[in-house]
């Protein structure tokens, strides 16, 4: 484990937070959580650091991070993201027998920097870390009852709420998930790769809510 390579990604994380905050109650909540709490490199748990899979899906979609303004923090992960404990949810995560699509299921990862195992910081009830969607991908129309922020570091990449409109949103953007609003995201060509934060109730389950169009919208994005 590299403690000086994690507490640099964890800083530029925590700046790049504050690059894009706003009035949104949750972000405050988010960044009022992180001023208040010891995340000094003393105090970084020893994990053990491993990619399982799509390593060089993740390396590329670091890579397109745009420089401006997120040049240090791309620095940061390009030197160091693979001492940090990165994840695949395999589904397991949502209700049982929830269809979140292949697409999902073959192409995610994510790494916590803040949460309650295998992660740096400790946390019984917040998550910080880095979520990874494969190009193409459509991460289903879902919900939960926690509260979650996403700063998206690549794009452009589609976004739509309580199955209405959809819209694209740029690498810096911050998109806000209110609990219990259902919320789906497509990704393009480009890699979707972001900075996310829950600040509360975060062993809540997702569930996936159905919609009639994820087959069209898979078949377009596969085009």
């Known amino acids: 484990m590299n403690r ?3 507490q640099r990604i964890f800083l530029e994380a925590k700046a790049s937070l504050e690059l894009a ?3 949104a109650p949750i972000f405050l909540d988010v960044l009022n959580f992180m001023k208040t709490q010891n995340f000094s490199a003393e105090n970084i748990s020893e994990i053990h ?3 399982p899979a799509h390593k060089e899906l993740l390396r590329s979609a670091i890579s ?3 420089d401006n303004p997120f040049l240090n923090l791309k620095s940061a992960l390009l030197a160091g993201y693979e ?3 990165w994840r695949v949810d395999d589904s397991g995560f949502y209700a049982k027998g929830a269809d979140v699509g292949h ?3 073959s192409g995610n990862m994510h790494a916590l920097l803040i949460g309650p195992e295998d992660c740096p910081f400790q946390a019984d009830d917040f998550l910080l870390g880095f979520f990874l969607l494969a190009p ?3 991460y289903r129309d879902h919900n939960h009852l926690a509260p979650e922020i996403y700063i998206p ?3 452009p990449s589609g976004w739509r709420f309580e199955q209405g409109a959809w819209e694209d949103h740029f690498p810096g953007e911050m998109i806000y998930n209110a609990p219990g609003v259902v919320h789906a995201t497509r990704v393009y060509e480009t890699p979707f790769f972001a900075l996310f934060a829950w600040s509360q109730d975060v062993e809540s389950a997702c569930n996936v809510v159905f919609a009639d169009d994820w087959e069209s919208i898979e078949t377009e994005l596969l085009r």
């Open 64 to 66: 397109k991070v745009p």
């Open 136 to 138: 193409n991908t459509l």
């Open 21 to 23: 905050r706003t009035d």
């Open 103 to 105: 697409g999902y299921r």
């Open 83 to 85: 001492h940090l404990h």
């Open 4 to 6: 000086s390579s994690i």
């Open 153 to 155: 570091l690549t794009g």
């Open 49 to 51: 650091g491993r990619v």
